[in-house]
């Protein structure tokens, strides 16, 4: 009996809920770190960018008018199904990063955490960075934070898998949606993350991935004038100014690149960074002789 060929892994886009190929037709070769062929990876084209915006507008109503004790339950949920996973993203994260299986498998389990840490924080951040303000005159003065709208997302380019969800999480936790850039080298483990969302009662379109040229999808989402902000986590410096100048165009929110470690537990500065914050007047009544409006 002849031995069985098993069945070959296509790679494609993740927009609005779909699989899509790249509407260029073109891919791309994906190595692993000593330079052996992997797979061919979608190469996106500003074209899958601009249909990958539209995808993230259109889900951004259902999704920050979630509740945020739902939205928590749906970051769990990846959570979960990454845990049936893990196996796959062990071996595409070793790939991709030529770290030796146990290693791999301890990225993996930080990243599933992660998912867990942040879901965790859907129905808190309010509190935190949200409350009363304490004002001279009888009012209730307030403040409470909300979402930005859809950001743009370029992913760490080195830390493939944890990197990406590390970016990724503080994004939707919040109310915002996403479109993502994966690593240009290492683009595969994020590809597999689309079908884990696909899967995880995460609404279409509330999360986007492109593979690809960095610097080619980075530069019209920059300029995108239905982007409110950019996360500049995986472009080099002389990318970086070039994207900051775009999105000045229609004062976009930008994080700029900076050290990070993704292994340390994240503080809530990636949340904050998408948040805006709303504050309401509403008057307590006219005070009396005693000081009091009762």
């Known amino acids: 009996m002849s031995d069985r060929l098993s069945v070959f ?19 791309y070769e994906v190595t692993d770190s000593k330079g052996n062929w992997l797979a061919n990876a979608p190469q996106s084209s500003r074209k899958d960018a601009r249909d990958a915006v539209v995808a993230a507008r259109k889900a951004f109503g259902g999704w920050s008018g979630a509740t945020a004790y739902n939205r928590g339950q749906v970051l769990y949920r990846v959570a979960e199904m990454l845990e049936g996973r893990k196996d796959q993203f062990v071996r595409e994260v070793a790939e991709a990063e030529g770290l030796s299986k146990a290693k791999a498998a301890a990225v993996v389990d930080a990243a599933i955490d992660r998912w867990v840490w942040y879901a965790g924080w859907t129905d808190k951040i309010a509190q935190v960075v949200g409350g009363a303000n304490p004002v001279a005159g009888p009012y209730f003065n307030l403040s409470s934070p909300e979402p930005t709208g859809v950001v743009a997302v370029l992913a760490p380019q080195e830390s493939s898998f944890l990197g990406l969800v590390s970016v990724i999480a503080p994004v939707i936790a919040t109310g915002n949606t996403a479109v993502v850039v994966a690593s240009a080298k290492a683009p595969l483990p994020a590809l597999s993350l689309g079908e884990v969302l696909a899967t995880s009662d995460v609404p279409g379109g509330v999360v986007n991935i492109l593979s690809g040229s960095t610097a080619e999808l980075a530069a019209p989402l920059a300029a995108h004038q239905d982007v409110n902000a950019i996360d500049l986590a ?23 690149p900076q050290p990070v470690d993704h292994t340390a537990t994240p503080g809530i500065d990636r949340m904050t960074a998408f948040l805006e914050t709303k504050t309401v007047w509403h008057p307590t009544g006219a005070l009396g002789a005693s000081g009091s409006s009762y």
């Open 234 to 256: 995986g472009a080099d410096p002389e990318l970086a100014k070039e994207l900051e100048i775009a999105a000045a165009d229609n004062l976009k929110r930008v994080l700029r």
């Open 9 to 27: 892994k296509t790679y494609k886009l993740y927009v609005g809920g779909k699989f899509p190929r790249s509407e260029s037709g073109r891919v």
